[in-house]
């Protein structure tokens, strides 16, 4: 799809490096009726915009999914395993929903893509959130049960295991915000004990995967952002990046990769995050467009940690999906500009294959390189997947 021009530089990636797309499963499976999420789109006063419902009916299409990921000719896809069907009351474990995700494995390796799987994507069973979710002194231990039960039974089709989807997102929207489960808003006490439980959870849940069956890297991903301070707004900027990276950054020793999910900044003034600029360019999620934001965050997660970095989420919601393609074309850019200064980088995974449920803004928002009819579920792919494969297929980015 792409023409190379004189005027152009090709910013090549190494062989063997990572390029996948991603999605969750509550996002995408349809009818996940038995989590805390499922609830609170359902309770009075709400404030998500619309319920999951039939979401993009992966549960029963996820091989036409798998196909489109094989049809870019990538090598990776992320995807979660969804807590509350795998064990939908306490100790009481779904051999058949097990074998669904062992099928996905294997139907993803038959592909020659690799497996990257998540154990906890923003979702917890309903008996988990009804004694507190992570604010429950168990939930650590029981979600390593989990994942221990799960890991021993897709075994060595695993190819690579992410703990807990952005921790810091689930206590943040969920305790300062209000605006995922359970629905608090400015109880920074208990953000931050749940960023102490979820610590916990995600130590437990390494130490359950690598004492499973099969050789795979295991780490944590962590929505991080490029963190601008305006005059001023360095106390504050601190303050943010304290409780909401640090906490998280820190707990990694020994994982074998850190995952960085990023989208764009936030600035901050004396008082906390401010507003972009006047006239600054946003995105319909309200972001400011700030595609630089990999190379920042990438630099300082593997400052901080040491470790290899994965990019497990990165990209934009835009109608326009010319967008997409000048957004993901900078990011990469981006991406290889920070790897060329010797940063441990070994893949990147966009976000989304398919235009899903965004949480408590429901469909309104276009993540996806593939369009879903929300009727018939039709899945088609846009420009902007045919562009990504262009770049996966000859390892390169122009300039």
């Known amino acids: 799809m792409t023409t190379e021009a004189t005027s152009e530089t090709a910013l090549h990636f190494p062989t063997g ?45 996820w091989e036409e999914d798998l196909d489109l990921v094989s049809a870019m000719g990538l090598n990776a896809y992320r995807f979660s395993l969804e807590w509350s069907r795998i064990e939908p009351e306490p100790g009481e474990f779904s051999t058949a929903a097990l074998d669904h995700y062992k099928a996905i494995c294997a139907g993803a390796r038959d592909r020659g893509i690799l ?54 997102v689930v206590t943040m929207m969920g305790y300062v915000l209000g605006a995922f489960p359970p629905g608090v808003a400015s109880d920074f006490g208990r953000f931050a004990a749940a960023n102490e439980t979820m610590v916990a959870a995600h130590r437990g849940a390494v130490e359950a995967l690598r004492a499973a069956p099969g050789d795979y890297p295991v780490g944590l991903t962590l929505s991080m952002a490029e963190l601008i301070a305006e005059e001023g707004g360095e106390a504050a900027r601190d303050e943010f990046q304290a409780s909401m990276e640090d906490v998280f950054l820190d707990a990694t020793g020994g994982d074998d990769f850190i995952g960085v999910q990023c989208y764009s900044n936030f600035r901050f003034g004396p008082k906390g995050i401010v507003a972009p600029p006047a006239g600054a360019r946003t995105t319909p999620m309200g972001y400011e467009y700030w595609p630089q934001c990999v190379g920042a965050t990438v630099r300082r997660a593997a400052a901080v940690t040491g470790l290899p970095v994965v990019v497990t989420e990165n990209g934009i919601s835009a109608a326009d999906d010319a967008e997409r393609i000048e957004y993901v074309r900078s990011a990469l850019i981006s991406l290889h500009e920070v790897m060329a200064e010797g940063v441990d980088v070994r893949g990147y995974v966009l976000w989304s294959l398919l235009d899903n449920f965004e949480w408590t803004l ?12 929300r009727r018939t579920f039709a899945r088609t792919p846009k420009p902007s997947s045919s562009f990504y494969a262009d770049v996966v297929a000859n390892g390169r980015v122009l300039r």
Do not use: K
């Open 115 to 168: 497996p990257v799987v998540t154990f906890h994507h923003f979702t917890s069973p309903r008996w988990v959130a009804a004694e507190g979710a992570f604010e429950w002194a168990e939930t650590p231990a029981r979600f390593a049960d989990y994942v221990a039960r799960a890991a021993d039974h897709l075994g060595d089709e695993i190819g690579m295991a992410c703990t807990i989807n952005e921790p810091n």
């Open 362 to 373: 429901g469909y309104s928002q276009q993540f996806g390189l593939v369009e879903v009819d």
């Open 17 to 61: 490096f990572l390029w996948g797309t991603a999605t969750a499963s509550h996002q995408i499976e349809g009818g996940n009726t038995n989590n805390d999420w499922w609830a609170f789109e359902h309770a009075p006063g709400t404030p998500v915009a619309e319920p999951s419902g039939d979401a993009c009916d992966s549960w029963n299409r």
